[in-house]
C-alpha cells in the first residue's frame, strides 16, 4: 500500500506545466471576481475563503489557473464554490484537483481559448491502479495509508454527492479498456460525455489538448451513451467485487 500511495499522491501533485507562483486577488477589472493562480493547498484555499467572506461585493466568478495539490484542500475549494455559485473560468490550465473539484463544483464552466482541463484519478485511483498491479505488488501492510484513504473517499463521495456530479468523472481514464488506450498525462471528455456525467462546462473554441510550448498533455475521450453505460456498470461490479473483499477479510 506503501508504494500505490506514493504513486497515487505522486499523479495528484500537479500536471505536466510548472506552476506559476501563488496569488489570489480580487480582479482589478472586476469588483465581483477573483483570481486564483497556483498550487491548491490548505493555506492558499484558506486565503481564498477569507477573501471570498471579506469582499465587499458580491463575488459571482472565479478564474483559475492551477495544476492541481492536496485533495483536501480541493474538496474544500469545490464546497466554497459550490456554496457562492461561483462562475468558474479556466484561464491556462485546471488539472487534477483542480479538475476533480472547481470544475466540477460550479455549473458554469468556461475555459478560456487555449485553456487545458484535465483529470488523472481521485479517491477511487488506488482500487483501479491495483487491477493493473499483480497482488504481489500490492502490499496491504499499512494501516496509516489505508485510513488516509479511506477518508480521502468517504469525503470526496460526500463532496460528489453534494454537487450532483459522477464521482465517475476522475477515474474512468483508468478503467480496463480505456487504461491501454492513454497516450497522455491527462484525459478528458467531449462536451457530449461531460454532460451527461453531470458537468456544466463549456470551451472557447475548440477543446485543447497541447500546451502553449506544444507538448501533448490532454487525452479526449468521446464516449457514446452505451459506451459509458457499461462503463458505469463496470464500475459498479467492481465497486461491489471490493466491498465484498474486504468482508471477507473482516474489514
Not at 9 to 29: H, K, R, W
Not at 120 to 144: E, R
Not at 225 to 242: A, G, M, R, T, Y
Amino acid at each position: 500500500m506503501r508504494n500505490l500511495l506514493v504513486v497515487l499522491l505522486f499523479t495528484l501533485a500537479g500536471c505536466a506545466s510548472q506552476p506559476e507562483p501563488f496569488s489570489v486577488v480580487i480582479d482589478p477589472l472586476s469588483a465581483n471576481t477573483i483570481v486564483y493562480s497556483g498550487e491548491i493547498t490548505a493555506d492558499n484555499v484558506g486565503s481564498f475563503e477569507q477573501l471570498i467572506t471579506n469582499s465587499p461585493t458580491k463575488i459571482e466568478s472565479l478564474i483559475i489557473n492551477s495544476g492541481g495539490g492536496e485533495v483536501f484542500a480541493g474538496i474544500r475549494f469545490g464546497e466554497l464554490v459550490y456554496q457562492y455559485k461561483l462562475k468558474v473560468i479556466v484561464d491556462k490550465v485546471c488539472a487534477s484537483s483542480c479538475a476533480n473539484y472547481i470544475a466540477t463544483a460550479s455549473n458554469d464552466v468556461m475555459v478560456k481559448q487555449g485553456g487545458l482541463l484535465g483529470w488523472h484519478g481521485g479517491a477511487l485511483q488506488p482500487l483501479y491502479l491495483s487491477l493493473q498491479q499483480s497482488k504481489n505488488q500490492v502490499d496491504k501492510s499499512n494501516i496509516k495509508d489505508e485510513q488516509f484513504i479511506a477518508k480521502w473517499r468517504q469525503a470526496e463521495l460526500d463532496f460528489f454527492n453534494k454537487v450532483k456530479v459522477n464521482q465517475i468523472v476522475t477515474v474512468i481514464g483508468m478503467m480496463p479498456g480505456l487504461h491501454d488506450k492513454r497516450d497522455a498525462q491527462l484525459f478528458s471528455y467531449d462536451q457530449k460525455t461531460l454532460k451527461r456525467l453531470g458537468l456544466h462546462i463549456a470551451y472557447e473554441g475548440e477543446q485543447a489538448t497541447h500546451s502553449s510550448s506544444g507538448e501533448y498533455v490532454v487525452q479526449i475521450f468521446s464516449l457514446s451513451p452505451e459506451v459509458l453505460d457499461l462503463l458505469l456498470i463496470q464500475h459498479s461490479k467492481i465497486l461491489e467485487q471490493e466491498k465484498l473483499g474486504l468482508l471477507s477479510q473482516g474489514i
